[in-house]
């Protein structure tokens, strides 16, 4: 049988830099804690470690104001847990000292970098315009991957989430892949917002299968069900 490539997104965290310089985390640690505890559970199994990711909301620039001093190009590119910003990094040390798992096998997916990745994608012209109403918020120009900035619709919800989504399964050349979503719903990252950002993911071509996992207050998860790619014709 082929081998399950599995993937967790382990919440999606918000990071400001506040007045007086200090920065302000509002992490989503009970889907930090349930994904980290599924990644312990199978590695107890003798299962290969999950790739994990967390994504983080910001304002602000995040390789300048939100990663730890002294890195390396391909550091600051693709950041771990573990290049974070000493403040950020306290947040998160706990529960992954809980769990045995290193912040360094833990990949930081940021907004910055999927707005860009969005604006080419779009600037390519070749989403057609029935999926391009999704990803913008306000009718779309000519052009929208360059779009006069009196009138530049903004990104949604939805096409953020898909490209978290997207970055958090990775390439995965396995015949089989799954991402395993665990989220939080707040003002940021809202369920329904989430569902339409899994949709979005396999019409923009995502192969892996994704499942949504909210998880409340008290940590208890509510697993949602395995949503597969569409099949290609």
Avoid at 85 to 113: N, T, Y
Avoid at 179 to 198: C, P
Wanted: glycine share 4%.
């Amino acid at each position: 049988m082929p081998t399950t490539a599995i993937s967790l997104l382990a919440g999606n965290s918000r990071v400001a830099l506040s007045p007086d310089g200090s920065i302000s985390v509002q992490a989503q640690l009970h889907a930090f804690d349930a994904a980290l505890r599924f990644a312990r559970h199978r590695l107890d199994q003798q299962k290969p470690l999950p790739r994990l990711s967390v994504a983080f909301d910001h304002c602000g620039i995040f390789r300048l104001q939100f990663l730890d001093q002294h890195l390396s190009n391909a550091q600051k590119r693709r950041p771990r847990l573990s290049h974070l910003h000493p403040s950020v990094r306290s947040v998160f040390q706990p529960i992954a000292d809980k769990h045995a798992i290193a912040l360094s096998d833990i990949r930081a997916i940021h907004e910055d970098s999927a707005r860009q990745h969005l604006a080419h994608t779009l600037a390519t012209g070749d989403i057609p315009e029935r999926l391009t109403r999704r990803m913008l918020s306000g009718a779309p120009s000519a052009n929208p991957g360059a779009p006069d900035r009196a009138s530049a619709p903004k990104l949604t919800c939805a096409a953020i989430t898909k490209e978290y989504f997207e970055r958090a399964a990775g390439c995965a050349e396995q015949s089989e892949a799954l991402l395993e979503v665990f989220f939080e719903d707040s003002t940021w990252s809202q369920s329904l917002a989430y569902v339409r950002g899994l949709q979005l993911s396999h019409l923009l071509g995502v192969s892996a299968a994704i499942r949504l996992n909210l998880v409340d207050a008290s940590g208890e998860v509510s697993q949602g069900e395995i949503m597969q790619p569409p099949t290609p014709c």
